[in-house]
């Protein structure tokens, strides 16, 4: 069994910091791409920013563009995401993500347990 295993979550106060980390577990697998979702209450999930092996150049949402960043390991296939000057409206439960090969997962993309963030106004 194959799984993304997330940790760094809290409570922050706005303009605080904190870095989430997200890494891959179980037999041996490939990713093409890692990233970070996020979904806050009452809205649908939506992209935060991913980091394409290959390509080897981050891609960030305009919301957190300057504040977040995301870096990785691909060796260990593990992601994590500095997040600074944190806003209230960044509150929500971030998940990780991964891509990999159809073999492994059917629709390409796994997904971690989510972690919470909470930003205090």
């Known amino acids: 069994q194959v799984q993304l295993v997330e940790s760094g979550g809290g409570l922050v106060q706005a303009g605080g910091s904190l870095r989430l980390s997200c890494a891959a577990s179980?037999?041996?697998?490939?990713?093409?791409?890692m990233g970070w979702f996020r979904q806050a209450p009452g809205k649908e999930r939506e992209f935060v920013g991913s980091?394409?092996?290959?390509?080897?150049?981050?891609q960030y949402s305009d919301s957190v563009k300057g504040r977040f960043t995301i870096s990785g390991d691909y060796g260990k296939n593990t992601v994590y995401l500095q997040m600074n000057s944190l806003k209230p409206e960044d509150t929500a439960v971030y998940y990780c993500?991964?891509?990999?090969?159809?073999?492994?997962?059917?629709?390409?993309?796994?997904w971690g347990q989510g972690t919470q963030v909470t930003v205090s106004s």
């Open positions: 993500n991964a891509d990999v090969d159809r073999t492994l997962v059917a629709s390409g993309r796994l």
């Open positions: 980091f394409n092996w290959s390509v080897a150049i981050p």
């Open positions: 179980g037999r041996s697998f490939s990713t093409y791409a």
